[in-house]
């Protein structure tokens, strides 16, 4: 047996096997590498969260256009990754509606939504501000607004409502849901405010990002743009006060306070210290404060109004149905295959099941969160992969007619089939890859969940026609499998067919 | 061999005659927006009983609905509890109801007949278009843009050939072509059975283009290598690149069809129009690359448009063609 078929054989046994250990057995793989990846689900398929935002002080002036913005901003921090599948709303004009799927704590989902995401430096007078303190500074001279919510009720099932339906009294029909919460809000004059060094709004968001710091902590890391007034006030401040604190603060509370090592040039690490007392929460603040700084800051301050379960806007029938349709159809592909190329049809269905077996293990280690129209999506990609499979049997068949012995068919028709495989997939590529930034740019989450799996598609699609495919049908030949009437061929017949060619080709 | 390329006139006339009746549509009727784009009313409505499963009460809401003359409605649960006793509550998503509407007043009538005398519609507030709808316009800039990244790409990988900016342009030119019969046909269906232009609308449109472009480069490529290996006529090397892989055209096309036509037969209620815009737009697809695609290249070496107009030769107007 060749080298190159026993490494190929060795990559997909190794890939296949991990591949069916996710999909499988997601909580083993959990516990041992301490990655979720469990099958992520949209909201049409499995319902989620409503929560209700409204602005802490509704007669703010140009409030329909900030509003416009806030959900602008809450969708792009919902789809940090850009691949789950929610709906924000502006309704009425003076309250936005976010739903969210399978969210298990819609208390901290909307805690990371309707934080305003204001970031700031501040000089803390020599002090180090304990963590939580509450600060008004030059910059925001206010302290952070504080809301009383209505007390909670739990429905049946688990069902938290914290809206105005668990009230006795009964409702009129017009917009109640504003009117009827009591929430009340405090302020407190802010009389000496620390100096703020520097601010969010000059961050490059480009380069937010979650990393670590030495003691292996989860922390954001952040850079100022390059000449910003926060990127010079920060270097200066930092290279005058050597073993001093600074304060971090995220909507008028300290996040950290640590103490300046040296001048920072423009970026740096927040580490979310001790406001988190487990690794998770800690991971889960760093996740929320990232996304806040990345997304920029809400326009407007939003406090919540209710916040409940619901179901997922298709109904289960409707996925049933499609699973049903997605497996006719799948069973249709794999008998005409069978059909049409023989032995190397039988060999393509089951490059396509090692396809399907793979692809979902990709979207759910990436996650990617799988909705109607993306599991619709995922059963068209399978097309993709058959193309490829196509386009080289057809060459293959061709190198038989031509009389050619097997294994050079198979070798020059995987030559042959190449170019035009790489670059149709490759142009398919590049138009993923421009709707991924742009869609990142302009914050068009489903445009870039679009893209991600399909350029996911193309990439396990070629890996299984390049190497599975090809490995199967070299492993055929080296195992003696030599009549062409397996490959759909039937000599004798082809051979005035030859000819023809042979002639046209002259 | 089958002679596809003398008949291109044929398919060129074929390509405008599915194309134009589409644009009429368009500019008479638009597009039949969904909530999505168009914003519309939000729902809330008390139900006091939840004898019913989910999906049954789902359904029997979204039937009262198109009963009452609103088409399209999505309803979604929420559960709760008020002095020991259950309730549901459902929010709809419809297109725009004015409140004292004889929709409404059948809706209202409708749901109490259904569920009984406590049900009741607690607010119906107006909502704007969603933000996923309101950013998915943008989306057009980045299908522009991505155009012209394919064009420079096909550009660099046909340079071995003569003209290599050809083959990009009439790959473009294809695919807008699909884009066009997909539009079109979406217009038309929206006034026929009622078809909505959503979110998931705007993913099929870009599904169709990558395919699109995906189908015609692998003619394409056949027409490099059959171009550097032959010195034939460019219209024989063209044709016989066509007939080449007119097998894994059609077979691939084939597979596609299967799993689309299960979907559309077999799949859900809510993603039929999905299906149905994607199927027609692989066909126009796999259409377009035969029959227009490589067509084009052996016009533009003929430098064909010269012969359009005055002499008369040609009975067909190749208006949108090239």
Known sequence: ?506 | MLDLVRRRYLWFAISILTIIPGLISMLVFGLNLGVDFSGGARWEIHIPSISETRDGLENDVNAVFAESGIEGARTQLSQGTTNNQQFVIAFVRSKSVQSDSAERKAVETGLTSKFGADTRIETVQTVGETVRGRSIRNAIVAVFIASLAIMGYLWAAFRGTPNPIRYGVCAIIAMLHDVLVVIGMASILGWLIGLEVDALFMTAVLTVISFSVHDTIVVFDRVRENVRRSSDDYERVVNRSIVQTLTRSINTQFTSFFTLTALLLFGGESIRSFVLILLLGLISGTYSSIFNAAQLLVVWENREWRNWFGRGKDKVKPATAA
């Open chain 1, 1 to 506: 047996m060749r080298k190159q078929v026993i490494s190929a054989l060795v990559v997909t046994i190794v890939a296949v096997a991990l591949a069916t250990w996710i999909v499988f057995f997601p909580k083993s793989f959990q516990s041992l590498t301490g990655r979720d990846v469990s099958t992520h689900l949209g909201l049409d398929l499995q319902g989620g969260s409503q929560i209700f935002l409204r602005p802490a002080d509704p007669n703010e002036a140009d409030l329909a256009a900030k509003l416009e913005n806030a959900a602008g901003v809450i969708e792009r921090r919902v789809n940090g990754l850009g691949v789950s599948e929610s709906v924000v709303q502006v309704v009425n004009s003076d309250s936005i509606v976010v739903e969210l799927p399978g969210v298990k704590d819609p208390a901290a989902a909307s805690e990371a939504l309707k934080g305003a995401g204001n970031l700031e430096f501040i000089d803390p007078q020599g002090q180090y501000l304990p963590d939580g303190t509450e600060v008004c500074t030059t910059a925001t001279p206010r302290y952070p607004i504080t809301v009383q919510l209505p007390s909670s009720v739990t429905g049946t099932t688990g069902v938290t409502t914290t809206d105005s339906l668990s009230n006795t009294n009964p409702l009129s029909s017009t917009n109640n849901l504003t009117t009827t919460t009591p929430t009340t809000t405090t302020e407190r004059p802010c009389e000496s405010p620390y100096t703020t060094i520097a601010r969010g709004s000059d961050l490059d968001t480009s380069q937010v990002a979650l990393t670590t710091d030495q003691a292996g902590r989860p922390a954001v890391f952040f850079r100022f743009q390059t000449n910003s007034d926060s990127a010079t006030q920060i270097a200066s401040f930092t290279s005058q006060n050597i073993g001093r604190p600074m304060s971090i603060v995220v909507d008028n509370r300290v996040i950290s306070s640590p103490q300046i090592n040296g001048s920072l040039p423009g970026e740096g690490i927040i580490t979310m210290g001790s406001t988190g007392t487990t690794v998770a929460e800690q991971n889960s603040q760093a996740q929320a404060l990232q996304n806040q700084l990345k997304y920029g800051a809400l326009p407007v301050t939003l406090i919540e109004d209710s916040n409940r379960s619901i179901s997922a806007t298709l109904g289960n029938d409707s996925i049933d149905a499609s699973k049903i349709a997605g497996a006719i159809g799948l069973i249709a592909v794999m008998l005409f295959m069978l059909m049409y190329y023989r032995l190397p049809g039988l060999l393509a269905d089951i490059a396509l099941i090692v396809y399907t077996i793979l692809s979902f293990a990709i979207y759910n280690l990436v996650p990617v969160t799988l909705t109607l129209p993306g599991i619709a999506g995922f059963i068209l990609s399978i097309g993709l992969a058959v193309d490829a499979n196509v386009l080289i049997f057809a060459r293959i068949k061709e190198e038989l007619h031509r009389g050619r012995s097997l294994e050079r068919a198979v070798e020059d028709g995987f030559n042959h089939a190449w170019p035009s495989i790489r670059d149709s997939n490759a142009s398919t590529l590049i138009t993923s890859f421009i709707l991924y930034v742009l869609g990142n740019g302009l914050g068009v989450s489903i445009i870039q969940g679009f893209a991600l799996t399909l350029a996911l598609g193309i990439i396990v699609s070629l890996f299984t026609a390049i190497t599975v495919s090809r490995m199967l049908l070299r492993l055929t030949i080296d195992l003696g499998v030599s009549n062409p009437r397996w490959f759909g061929v039937n000599p004798e017949e082809d051979a005035a067919e030859v000819a023809a060619l042979s002639s046209e080709q002259a």
